[in-house]
């Protein structure tokens, strides 16, 4: 299994471009996640999903688009680029609330991660 | 104020040292604690996983939750070079998987 895998690995736009990062999974994950990670911040929700079809906000929406039209990918598009938005980005996914053990679960399998550079 | 506090380091120890790391947490809805590690330029990867108060051992690591007083802890016994890398605390209420992450520490363990 190739676990999550994150399409492309490095970007730089300049500021007002757009682009999409895509996510996939081979795990059949219900939940479907994108972070980004900046120094001195952490790892930041920006937006979710609970299944295909499904889309939530989570802590840092605004600037970024997601959607779920399959299963196994979780896209995150950049409408309008902004220097602001320079960070690294990493997608993960899990397992739904409950696994078919009826154990909770909480772990997340992340991606390698993009690295993001607008000018 | 930060749901959750996680001091950045850098922290560097020599081989073999014991190694504490900690987070603390203000939301008392919080009820499921991770620890995960991270390498450079790698994605974060699950290390230890403790349900409510109580401790938690695997190997080296030991994990702790005192739920009384919001704080979490990582022990890292006969520590290595390989324990090199950044360790973030995760949190969670349960609900979505959400979770919500500490800063992440970063540890040096030098020959």
């Known amino acids: 299994n190739a676990g999550v895998t994150q399409t492309p690995k490095f970007r730089v736009l300049k500021t007002g471009q757009s682009m999409t990062l895509l996510c996939a999974q081979d795990m059949n994950h219900e939940y479907m996640y994108w972070y980004r990670q900046d120094p001195g911040m952490g790892l930041r929700l920006i937006h979710y999903?609970?299944?295909?079809?499904?889309?939530a906000k989570g802590e840092v929406p605004d600037g970024y688009n997601v959607s779920r039209l399959k299963k196994q990918n979780f896209l995150l598009g950049l409408e309008s680029a902004a220097p602001s938005q320079t960070s690294v980005y990493f997608c993960?996914?899990?397992?739904?609330?409950?696994?078919?053990?009826?154990?909770?679960?909480?772990?997340?399998?992340f991606g390698p991660g993009t690295r993001l550079t607008v000018t | 104020q930060k749901e959750v506090e996680q001091d950045p380091g850098p922290l560097s120890v020599p081989e073999g040292a014991i190694v504490s790391l900690n987070c603390t947490y203000s939301?008392?809805?919080?009820?499921?604690f991770m620890w995960y590690r991270q390498y450079s330029r790698k994605g974060p990867e699950l290390l230890m996983y403790?349900?409510?108060?109580g401790n938690k051992e695997d190997g080296r690591f030991t994990a702790q939750v005192d739920k009384s007083s919001k704080y979490i802890s990582l022990f890292i016994r006969d520590s290595q070079p390989s324990d090199s890398a950044t360790y973030l605390c995760a949190m969670s209420a349960g609900g979505g998987n959400k979770l919500t992450f500490g800063t992440g520490t970063q540890l040096k363990v030098e020959l």
């Open positions: 999903s609970v299944g295909e079809g499904t889309t």
């Open positions: 403790t349900y409510s108060s």
């Open positions: 993960a996914s899990s397992l739904d609330l409950f696994s078919t053990s009826g154990t909770v679960t909480y772990e997340q399998y």
């Open positions: 939301n008392s809805a919080f009820q499921y």
